[in-house]
């Protein structure tokens, strides 16, 4: 099993909303991403999970917080959000951080925010 | 500092065509590339990595890539294109420690009957 799963796959939400994205693997993977990515563009590194710990916060508003409450699963959750994160929010997961292991990409939540 | 180029934003070719895209990267120590392909509303599907050892790199769907080490160069090539290569393609150079990807600014491919 190769797959990355997020769900849901579309989200609208008002902006005093909120909302959660969830991401889970099942390849062992002990590194899970969240990339932000608008259209047209390459996708945005947000945050990185090491072993279930926060890794990097690549600046990110903190209306943005993620949690990764098992090596399987990463959620991000949304809240107060404003109509510029309206993007393509992806989840990836990689056997570890860095060394060149490669990552493997859900099919990204489409998130409209209005 | 870490960075790709891709000089190419959009390039359309026919089918049946060859393909070759362009990847340029800037890193100081030994490389690890990646081509990831993108089709429209969709999450980035690998096609081929380059860790070490021989420089031409087979992936899937047809695509190969060559790295030269003498050019920071590591481009994509496909010898015919099929409609369904449609998409947009990141090159993306891997970091040994920190952020683990460094993506190039894409380069959109079009195909033409």
């Known amino acids: 099993d190769t797959e990355v799963t997020q769900t849901p796959k579309h989200l609208v939400m008002g902006m005093t909303n909120k909302k959660s994205l969830k991401c889970e693997q099942h390849m062992g993977h002990r590194a899970m991403y969240w990339y932000k990515q608008k259209a047209k563009k390459p996708p945005e590194l947000m945050f990185v999970?090491?072993?279930?710990?926060?890794?990097i916060n690549e600046s990110v508003p903190s209306r943005f917080s993620p949690e990764c409450p098992n090596s399987s699963l990463l959620n991000l959750h949304l809240h107060a959000l404003q109509p510029e994160d309206s993007a393509l929010y992806l989840c990836a997961s990689s056997r570890i951080q860095g060394r060149g292991s490669e990552a493997f990409f859900g099919q990204g939540t489409r998130l409209t925010v209005v | 500092a870490q960075s790709v180029t891709q000089p190419d934003i959009h390039i359309t070719v026919s089918e049946g065509a060859s393909l070759e895209l362009r990847c340029n990267y800037s890193y100081g120590a030994t490389p690890y590339l990646f081509w990831y392909v993108q089709s429209p509303g969709q999450g980035l599907q690998l096609l081929l990595k380059y860790f070490s050892g021989d420089t031409l790199v087979q992936g899937i769907k047809g695509f190969e890539a060559e790295f030269k080490r003498s050019q920071s160069s590591f481009n994509l090539r496909k010898p015919s294109v099929h409609w369904s290569d449609a998409a947009e393609y990141f090159c993306a150079v891997g970091a040994l420690f920190g952020n683990q990807f460094y993506f190039g600014t894409g380069t959109s491919l079009t195909v033409i009957p």
């Open positions: 999970y090491s072993y279930e710990k926060l890794s």
